[in-house]
């Protein structure tokens, strides 16, 4: 499976956009792009996933590279519920039918 | 929250004992799964099920079994608890056939001592 590459950590601002950057440059043509988070003591949730194009949900935006080497989950504004650690993970199958592969992902920081 | 329940919620047990966790959906949901996450790590596939008595081996299934006799019930059995399997298990749903989602269970913490 492609691997992705997340920094450990990233801090913000309450109501500040917030950019969080993944690389996956050998991403294969089919691999799907998912994004999941997990709250303090919580299972993950899933926050957006994509394929080629830029999407738009109510939690976040995904832009994807033209090239899909690297993708960008888009916290429009921030808020401190928002702090959780961020998963960028590829599947060959829509939903990870055949399961999902976690890195240690980004921890997102909020402060007041 | 996807009707997934996960029992027991806690366990503590010692080496050797066998051990078995339970995840139970409500919604009919063909795919099941089972990860272990353990501190600071990302969750790991232990087994996964794609219907009634159909499972298959995730990354770290060594030590575990897996049994799936009806669609709402998953459960993950460790025959011979060992302390490296201290942890917690997440089990998770896939939303639908073809589904982009899947939707995780609150979590069961188990200490092997």
């Known amino acids: 499976d492609a691997k992705t590459t997340q920094p450990n950590s990233m801090e913000s601002n309450e109501e500040e956009p917030v950019h969080l950057p993944c690389n996956h440059s050998?991403?294969?043509?089919?691999?799907?792009i998912h994004w999941y988070r997990q709250l303090p003591s919580q299972g993950p949730e899933y926050v957006i996933h994509?394929?080629?194009s830029n999407v738009n949900n109510r939690m976040a935006s995904l832009a994807i590279a033209e090239d899909r080497k690297s993708s960008t989950l888009i916290l429009h504004r921030a808020t401190l519920r928002d702090a959780a650690v961020y998963y960028c993970?590829?599947?060959?199958?829509?939903?990870?039918?055949?399961?999902?592969?976690f890195g240690k992902g980004t921890h997102l920081i909020i402060q007041p | 929250d996807a009707g997934i329940t996960q029992s027991p919620r806690h366990k503590v047990t010692e080496t050797g004992t066998p051990v078995t966790l339970r995840c139970h959906q409500t919604?009919?949901?063909?795919?099941m799964y089972w990860y272990r996450q353990d501190p600071g790590h990302g969750l790991r596939l232990i087994h996964y099920?794609?219907?009634?008595?159909?499972?298959d081996k995730g990354e770290v299934s060594d030590g575990y079994s897996v049994s799936r006799s009806k669609t709402e019930d998953f459960l993950l059995t460790l025959e011979s608890a060992t302390s490296s399997q201290t942890s917690v298990y997440f089990c998770?749903?896939?939303?639908?056939?073809?589904?982009?989602?899947?939707?995780f269970g609150p979590g069961t913490r188990l200490t092997v001592l």
């Open positions: 994509g394929l080629t």
């Open positions: 050998t991403i294969s043509g089919t691999d799907y």
């Open positions: 993970i590829l599947s060959r199958e829509p939903g990870g039918a055949d399961g999902l592969t």
């Open positions: 998770a749903i896939r939303g639908w056939d073809g589904g982009n989602e899947q939707f």
């Open positions: 099920s794609y219907g009634v008595k159909d499972t």
């Open positions: 919604e009919n949901h063909r795919y």
